[in-house]
């Protein structure tokens, strides 16, 4: 008896021509999803970001928009800070959960499903989860299967290895670094 191969939405959404333009397509909850343009401020930021990481660290790599497969959930998030030995010299997606993952809420974005996508990361394995609200002056901070935890000011931030000193205060200057 001969089996049919049925291929999954994920797969099909994978295959379309189209999902790394900018601002990229995500797959979230069986739903193509383009996320919104950056603004300024959320491109400064995750500029900066990236570069402050990788700055401090070799062990991890920062990478802007990088594209995870988390079956059955497609992510892209702002910034992917991956353990360096996770990654191949072959360019290609992220199969897997990103180390810590940052979100940058942009202004016409649903809170919620950024935490959704979130905790579909951690439930996969992802240690830290940030999610940045410039408006609000706020970042919630998940680490592992943890309750979030607001932090605000000059309080120093979790990160991942030896990366350090990281507070609000210095996320929100970064939005007007040039």
Known sequence: MESIAIASPLETFLQQPKIETSPAWEFIHGQPQQKP???LFHSRLQRN??????????????????????PPLSPVPDITVV????????????????????????????TLELQNKILHCLINGTQIAWLTDIQSQQI??????????????????????????????MVIAMTKQR
Request: with cysteine.
């Open 140 to 169: 919630w901070v998940w680490e592992h299967s943890e309750l979030p935890l607001i932090y605000s000011g000059s309080n120093k931030l979790p990160t991942l290895g030896n990366i350090s000193d990281i507070t609000l205060d």
């Open 83 to 110: 353990k360096s030995d996770r990654l191949t010299e072959v360019d290609g997606l992220l199969q897997g959960e990103p180390d810590w993952m940052i979100e940058i809420r942009s202004p016409d974005q649903n």
């Open 49 to 70: 970001l990236v570069n402050t990481i990788n700055r401090q660290t070799q062990t991890y790599e920062a990478i802007q928009e990088l594209r995870c497969i988390l």
């Open 37 to 39: 343009m950056p603004t």
